[in-house]
Structures are given as structure tokens and as C-alpha cells.
């Protein structure tokens, strides 16, 4: 395939069809972030049935960085919730493959290797809440700078199932003092898509070392007069499944989002007050 024939300001007003033609045929294969204003994006696991049921426990236990949006077939490359027009195997710019716990290889189809066993798990995605916020006019820097969202390993403990464990994977997005309240406030609509942040403040307080050095994306920069807050993240399942050391998995690369066709609205559930997130999941570090 063609790779990056398709710059990434090009795609900035297309639709989730155009953008998932753009990938699937191979001449976009970056990342997501800012594209399809509107759609839902989808971090994915896909594993063998046998290890299926124990890894939706596992998401039921840990809803903030795994919230399931969608769930395929045994043996589909469909989620036909997400959208009809949808393959799983050829429509996210990049997949990484894993292999008894170990990267294997990364590739931008996998239509050769897809298996009659595999279920598809879709979750949640923060770039759907950025996309609110940009509508509020709080500017989102990785955006703004066409870069990797910062993502980061942290000191959270996950509740286990099965063979799946670990801690929480968190994203990093600096927001001026006088918006995070709003910043809290909207993100905390979209319980299907991460919700409102885990922390906030001083890194070393969940375990993160150095901003400047995050596990995977790219660093920005927190200037003054704002404060880090941090996101559950979609890689979170990616850690806990390589970790479990599975003879096989496929996920997306970090960053690269399956689009759907659905409104990152349609997909929510419930809506989580102010009140509660700030004396429940919110706090400052």
C-alpha cells in the first residue's frame, strides 16, 4: 500500500467515510486526533474467543480506561453498532501484533492474519471529549501542534480478572486554571469515552517520573498559569493484555483510532454531575 499519501490538514474537515477511505487504501496512516469532528473513536483489542469473557470482566471492572463501546461477532471483522460500512481489518491507520506478550509487528492491514477465533473490543476514546472541549474554545496543544496525545504508565492499580492486571495508563493535557472546572465539567459528560480526569497537579503523585518523557506520543509543553490534568487511557487495555502474554493479539497503535460512524454522543449512557466526579473521581494531586 501507498502510505501518507494524505496529509493530515487534508483530512481535518472530511467525514468518518472519507477519512476511513483515506486509510484504508493505505495513503493515511497517522494519527486521529482532531479528525471526523463529531464521530466516535475507538481504541481496540482484538483476541481469541478463549480469552474474550475474562477481558470484558476485566473492562466491567475498570470503566474509566476501558469503557466497552462495541463488541464484534466471533470471527467478524464487523461491529456493525459502530457502523455498517466499518472493517475492522483495513479502516485504523496502524495495528500492532503481539505475540505471546511480545511486539511482532506493526502493519496498516491485517486482512492476511485475521483469524476465524477473534472477537473484536471496541473502547471508548478521549479524543471524542476533545473535540467538546474544543467547542468550548480550551485549546488542546498536542492538537494545536499536530502531535501524539502524551500518554503515560502511572501508579493507578487496575482490579483484576483473570490473567488481566496492572495499572492505569493516563494521558496528559495542560488546561489554563480558569477553564479546568469547565474542562472537568465536559468531560465528565462522556463516561463512554474516559470521562472526567483521574488526577490532576504533580506528576509524582500517580507514579509518572517526567512529563517531558512520556511512554508513548510525544511530550508538550505546560506552560505557566496551567495545570496538568490527567486522563484514564485507551492504551491501558494494550498494557494489561501484553502483560497477560497472550499467544496472539492485535490492537491499534497509539493514537491511530478506528472512526465510527456514530455521534460520540449516541454512545452515551448515563451523564456523571459535577458534584459527584469532583467528590469521586476527580481530585487534585
Known sequence: ML????????????????????????????????????KLQCNLAILPEAYALDFL??????????PVVGVSETGSPYVPTLGSEIDIRTDVP????????????????????WRDDLVTIALGCSFTFENALI????NIRHIEQNRTVPMYSSSLELVPAGPFHGTMVV???PIPYDRVADALKISAAYPQAHGAPVASGDPAAIGIANLNAPEWGEP?????????????????????????????????KPGCMLIADVGERDEL?????????????YHYA
Not at 487534508?10 to 477511505?21: F, H, I, N
Not at 467547542?135 to 480550551?138: C, D, L, V
Request: charged share 25%.
Open 220 to 252: 508538550v509543553e505546560v506552560r505557566a498559569g496551567e495545570l496538568p490534568l490527567y486522563w484514564a487511557c485507551g492504551v491501558t487495555p494494550q498494557n494489561v493484555l501484553l502483560d497477560a502474554k497472550l499467544p496472539f493479539v492485535i490492537t491499534h
Open 269 to 281: 449512557s448515563n451523564h456523571t454531575s459535577l458534584t459527584s466526579v469532583q467528590q469521586g473521581d
Open 94 to 113: 496502524q495495528y500492532r501484533v503481539y505475540r505471546d506478550g511480545v511486539l511482532a509487528e506493526e502493519l496498516d492491514d491485517i486482512s492476511d492474519i
Open 171 to 173: 494521558t496528559m493535557r
Open 135 to 138: 467547542e468550548a474554545g480550551i
Open 3 to 38: 502510505s501518507d499519501t494524505i496529509s493530515y490538514d487534508s483530512l481535518r474537515g472530511a467525514t468518518a467515510a472519507d477519512v476511513r477511505k483515506a486509510i484504508r487504501s493505505g495513503a493515511y496512516s497517522k494519527h486521529t486526533a482532531g479528525l471526523a469532528a463529531g
Open 57 to 66: 470482566r476485566f473492562c466491567q471492572r475498570n470503566p474509566k480506561p476501558c
